[in-house]
């Protein structure tokens, strides 16, 4: 890091996140949303229109912007930077494309030994617009730090063995079982770009990192283990080599909490289907969490929301820290005001 870089000069000193991050309780909750930069704000759709996902990520100047209106309107305690977590994989060389309505798309499956062979190495080069952006955004960030965030292994190669998103990614497992050795070589090709792109976003100025898997939670606990969780390891070790904070989330993990903590993480994401309670209890009691406000509850009227959060931040007192999330990322039809009540909210608690 150069002594430029946030944590270095000492702007994001007093950061409540931060603090919670390190597993203490500073005296205001913090609270910040996966998916908050874009998707549910009228300002993003504006700024972005005509313009292509992947192309927006990629140009310094709108990311940056995107980056910084959830901040500007909700006052929430740490901006995410916007991007997807394709990108890396886009950079590389693949031909990837965001699909409205649907995500991320390849042009050609990757399904067996040849094809993972032919994958092309990331050029550190080819992430300068993301180091690019991250630097614009914290330039104008001040005492709240970024998040930089990355695909965990095993997300990304669902979307490279199935072509697209899948629930219940069949093909990958399948992949995972009949030809392990092709599996594992795709893993660590995907570890080492999404690990690089996380690395690229903190050497530049995030303040902190999340690992996201958005698809672990098809995986068995033993299938989890023998055949993820080095690969995951591996791109958390990236960002940990640079002393930063790392969040590790996943959707549906509830049974792989102990084991995807165990690979390195600072502070553990827990989705909505799990209280934080018993989170807490089956990570022993002594790792700060992060979560987990049912989205849905977003639509609800204000009374039911409010009890919600409350019982949230409730349950999140068995840990020895908690940052306030959604168990999921903001919904596209989610009624911005709603969100900067609820940061309102959990600032008065």
């Known amino acids: ?7 270095r000069d ?12 390190r597993g203490n309780r500073p005296a205001t909750l913090p609270v910040w949303f996966m998916r908050q930069a874009g998707r549910s704000l009228p300002e993003y759709r504006e700024l972005r229109m005509g313009t292509d996902m992947l192309d927006a990520c990629l ?6 912007e995107i980056t910084l209106q959830p901040v500007r309107r909700h006052g929430v305690d740490a901006a995410v930077f916007f991007s997807d977590i394709v990108i890396p994989v886009r950079q590389a060389g693949v031909d990837v494309t965001i699909v ?17 062979a032919a994958l092309p ?10 180091r690019d952006a991250v630097a614009l955004t914290v330039a104008s960030l001040g005492a709240t730090p970024l998040i930089g965030f990355a695909g965990a292994p095993y997300t990304l190669a669902s979307y490279l063995v199935e072509g697209g998103p899948s629930k219940e990614q069949l093909r990958t497992r399948a992949l995972m079982h009949s030809d392990p050795d092709t599996w594992a070589a795709l893993l660590a090709w995907c570890a080492r770009i999404t690990g690089a792109f996380l690395a690229a976003q903190i050497e ?16 068995s606990v033993r299938d989890y283990t023998e055949h993820v969780v080095r690969h995951s390891a591996d ?11 790392i969040v590790h989330f996943g959707v549906g993990t509830g049974e792989l909490l102990p084991t995807m903590h165990g690979i390195g993480a600072d502070v553990m994401g827990v989705d909505w289907r799990l209280p934080l309670d018993e989170a807490s209890r089956r990570l022993g009691g002594g790792v700060p969490l992060q979560g987990n406000i049912d989205p849905a509850l977003l639509f609800a009227p204000w009374s039911v929301l409010e009890a919600h959060a409350r019982e949230v931040v409730e349950r999140g007192k068995t840990a020895p820290a908690h940052i306030v999330n959604l168990g999921h990322g903001v919904p596209p039809e989610t009624d911005p005001t709603v969100l900067t009540r609820l940061v309102e909210l959990v600032h008065s608690l």
């Open 59 to 64: 140009t310094p100047d709108m990311a940056a």
């Open 100 to 116: 409205p309505g649907r995500g991320p798309v390849l042009a050609e499956p990757v399904r067996d030994a040849a094809a993972v």
């Open 235 to 245: 791109a958390i070790a990236h960002a940990k080599a640079l002393g930063v904070p």
């Open 121 to 130: 190495e990331l050029d550190p080069a080819a992430l300068q617009p993301v």
């Open 204 to 219: 530049a100025g995030a303040s902190a990192g999340q690992l996201f898997d958005s698809w672990a939670g098809s995986l």
């Open 10 to 21: 000492g702007r994001v000193a007093g950061s409540p996140l931060l603090e919670a991050l």
């Open 1 to 7: 890091m150069s002594d430029s870089h946030p944590l």
